[in-house]
């Protein structure tokens, strides 16, 4: 009881201050701009059929057109896209960009490439520290669809944004070639999507979504590369054909990625509003991070793991939404691997499995351990590095979640 008056409590803070800044950008932590989303009104209709979490890449390359490959989950209407220029220090132009579906490669099917607007114009220039949504595109687009989304950039220049790991092959060209729906021009290969962080659908009333937040497991490091076997592929799969009101899927995972600290992207609670709450039509928050705050050895203990779920929830709560917890899965082989990080682990687990601070658990530790080393991943599952699920390991993470406890009503 004393628990539950205390999130009670820490819920009614958070709803005041929400309450008096709802409408005010988000400032990033390890940047010098503010978040804020452009272009067309929202469309309270919509519901995300794709993300990737933004983070810091490389620098931009002017006249580079980029041909994306992205695999949706709910289908629907009034295609929109975002672009985001989040990590940028200047502004950045897309003159051209187009969506189609992919026949195979880089190559489109023909007659479903078609240009994209941003309040009625083909260019866009996305300032600093901002994303940018699309018009919404007349076209219907199929549930569990390759989409293929070609932008060109004239003056991309400075740190770019996109999102490193992939996990599915998608083309680059020089000059501007997105209108081609041919694949000739588009010969170079990359394995990271730039600026394009999300893209959204109008499903059939009453759809909403899920966001798979995440860190390398999520992002899917060690599934096969182009075939969509990642956790929250397979869930999506299951989504599609059950009988529930949750449809769309985004994965917000980042490699690397920590609760508490930025690094290997901005931290989940620094990361929170801009990748998770920000999209359209998310009804729950699948949250699985933690095993790189403490097998980092930085010191980080139980308590404050804790308190960064706590925030996390109470977040995620003030916004109306309901948020699922994963158990940190075992990871005992691995380098970084030891006594205390393990006990630390067992800790926050127990913290999950009895809080009572979640509107549901998923217990990935149960599912994916050793039942005769219950420190270690199942070999069956492991990918190799007693860290990362393998193809079977990631099936299993997704038929493990409960789909009613997904498709939540929200809080309010």
């Not at 931009?60 to 295609?79: I, K, P």
């Not at 076209?139 to 999102?163: E, F, K, M, Y």
């Not at 193809?391 to 997904?406: E, F, I, R, T, Y």
Request: proline share 5%; with cysteine; net charge negative.
């Amino acid at each position: 009881m004393r628990a539950r008056f205390a999130r009670a409590a820490r819920l009614a803070a958070l709803l005041l201050l929400a309450g008096g800044a709802q409408a005010a950008p988000v400032q990033a932590s390890d940047g010098p701009h503010e978040f804020a989303v452009l272009g067309a009104p929202a469309d309270p209709r919509s519901v995300v059929t794709w993300g990737a979490s933004a983070d810091r890449m490389g620098d931009g390359v002017a006249d580079r057109g980029y041909r994306l490959v992205v695999h949706t989950s709910t289908g629907g209407t009034d295609l929109r896209i975002r672009l985001s220029n989040a990590f940028g220090d200047r502004p950045v132009t897309f003159d051209d960009v187009h969506a189609g579906i992919r026949r195979t490669g880089a190559e489109l099917v023909r007659g479903s490439n078609h240009a994209l607007t941003f309040e009625g114009a083909r260019s866009v220039t996305v300032p600093a520290g901002a994303v940018v949504v699309s018009d919404p595109l007349p076209v219907r687009l199929p549930a569990a669809t390759d989409l293929v989304v070609s932008i060109h950039s004239p003056d991309a220049a400075g740190p770019a944004t996109g999102h490193w790991m992939a996990m599915q092959t998608s083309y680059t060209t020089q000059g501007d070639h997105t209108a081609e729906e041919s694949a000739a021009n588009w010969t170079e290969t990359t394995g990271s999507w730039s600026y394009l962080d999300s893209v959204s659908v109008r499903p059939p009333a009453g759809t909403g979504a899920v966001v798979a937040f995440g860190d390398s497991i999520t992002d899917g490091w060690q599934s096969t590369t182009d075939l969509d076997r990642r956790w929250p592929d397979y869930l999506s799969r299951r989504l599609q054909t059950a009988r529930t009101h949750i449809k769309g899927v985004a994965n917000e995972g980042i490699s690397g990625n920590k609760v508490l600290a930025d690094g290997a992207g901005q931290s989940a609670l620094n990361r929170l509003q801009r990748d998770v709450l920000s999209q359209p039509g998310v009804r729950t928050v699948f949250l699985f991070e933690g095993v790189n705050d403490l097998k980092a050895h930085t010191g980080v203990t139980a308590q404050d793991l804790i308190a960064g779920y706590r925030e996390i929830a109470d977040r995620v709560h003030a916004a109306g939404k309901c948020v699922v917890v994963a158990t940190v899965a075992p990871f005992k082989g691995w380098s970084e691997w030891d006594p205390a990080a393990e006990a630390v682990r067992q800790d926050v687990n127990e913290f999950i499995r009895t809080s009572g601070d979640f509107d549901a658990v998923t217990d990935f530790d149960h599912i994916l351990r050793n039942p005769y080393d219950p420190e270690r991943i199942f070999p069956f599952f492991d990918g190799g590095d007693h860290l990362h699920p393998n193809d079977k390991g990631m099936q299993a993470m997704a038929d493990a979640v409960d789909l009613p406890s997904l498709d939540c009503t929200g809080r309010g």
